[in-house]
């Protein structure tokens, strides 16, 4: 049992190699690139943490990227209740989560 398991942690670690509590983190890992970042012409991510992740994005895109984020997020996974997302917006993260 321990074998099995440290083979599958081991084969999961070159799949995965951001983690898999690291989702997005791992998109550069292996090769990917979140849609919200193809299609916001100027939007960053700054930082993730857990299942929060913080933008800088141009003034002029914070709306279609909000909208993109917030239909990207929710969708993915299909889910049965669907999964809820919050977007804020704001000058600095506590702006944003309030």
């Avoid at 081991?10 to 791992?26: C, L």
């Avoid at 913080?54 to 990227?65: N, T």
């Avoid at 239909?71 to 944003?96: F, Q």
Wanted: proline letters at 5%; charged letters at 30%.
């Amino acid at each position: 049992m321990y074998e099995r398991s440290r083979e599958l942690f081991e084969r999961s670690q070159r799949v995965i190699p951001g983690g898999v509590n690291s989702p997005v983190r791992a998109f550069r890992a292996v090769g990917g690139t979140p849609i919200f970042f193809r299609e916001g012409r100027g939007a960053r991510l700054v930082l993730q943490v857990h299942d929060e992740l913080l933008l800088e994005v141009p003034q002029g895109e914070v709306s279609q990227i909000r909208e993109l984020v917030r239909t990207e997020m929710c969708g993915a996974y299909d889910l049965d209740p669907a999964l809820a997302v919050d977007v804020g917006v704001g000058d600095n993260w506590a702006d944003a989560k309030s």
